[in-house]
């Protein structure tokens, strides 16, 4: 399987501090994408990296891929009480039709 | 533009009653996805169409459920004689051609629940 693992499972912080969530996957991938989830419903896309990018940054989002390590890290900055979510990675790999997704962390923060 | 759509948002059944699920992809996008979210777990993948045809259908975990896709654009998730352990989110997602590389958009969901 190449089902993306984050890393914590839960996380809670204080508004200001950061939060850096983790991503290990198993196979070879073209790209790794980062979604957040809030009360349980429908996903929304956060930031895409591809296999040839080390570092991508989006606002208060950054992004790293390590694929000698199959890994990846999401770190939020300066978090706000709204960051409060679920967020997943998703793997995307040549010879499989869709991504597959981890089971997620889930972020507290707290005013 | 509009977002997926999906109907309905909740969904009550009894034990062995068939359901239907609907989602409207946004225009143009050819790759719909289904997937399922049981509590606090990640997302299963269930099925991907592209355009009316679906090549993996791999996800999907018994012969009651089964999908289909028409015109390229609503798809519709049938659960035949439900089970309580199909209580589950059921998550709709489109995208443009070329899926490895593009996001998934995804629909608010339809919360089922199986007595």
């Known amino acids: 399987s190449q089902q993306g693992e984050e890393d914590p499972q839960a996380l809670s912080i204080q508004e200001g501090e950061n939060a850096t969530m983790n991503c290990s996957y198993k196979t070879s991938i073209n790209n790794l994408q980062w979604y957040r989830q809030n009360s349980g419903r429908g996903l929304v896309h956060l930031i895409l990296?591809?296999?040839?990018?080390r570092e991508k940054h989006s606002g208060r989002l950054r992004v790293t891929l390590d694929t000698s390590k199959k890994s990846s890290s999401l770190l939020i900055t300066a978090s706000r009480a709204a960051d409060t979510a679920s967020y997943f990675c998703a793997t995307g790999s040549s010879g499989y039709s869709t991504l597959t997704f981890g089971k997620g962390t889930m972020l507290l923060v707290s005013p | 533009g509009a977002g997926v759509s999906q109907s309905p948002s909740n969904k009550v059944t009894e034990k062995g009653k068939d359901v239907e699920l609907r989602c409207d992809p946004i225009?143009?996008?050819?790759?719909l996805y289904w997937y399922r979210q049981s509590l606090g777990q990640g997302l299963e993948f269930l099925i991907y169409?592209?355009?009316?045809?679906?090549?993996?259908k791999s996800g999907l975990p018994s012969d009651r459920f089964s999908a289909e896709r028409t015109g390229g654009s609503v798809s519709t998730l049938t659960i035949q004689r439900t089970q309580q352990e199909d209580s589950a989110v059921y998550l709709c997602?489109?995208?443009?051609?070329?899926?490895?590389?593009?996001?998934?958009?995804f629909g608010p969901g339809t919360r089922l629940t199986v007595l």
């Open positions: 169409f592209q355009g009316n045809s679906a090549p993996d």
């Open positions: 225009s143009g996008h050819t790759a």
């Open positions: 997602a489109s995208s443009l051609p070329g899926q490895h590389y593009n996001e998934q958009f």
């Open positions: 990296i591809r296999s040839n990018e």
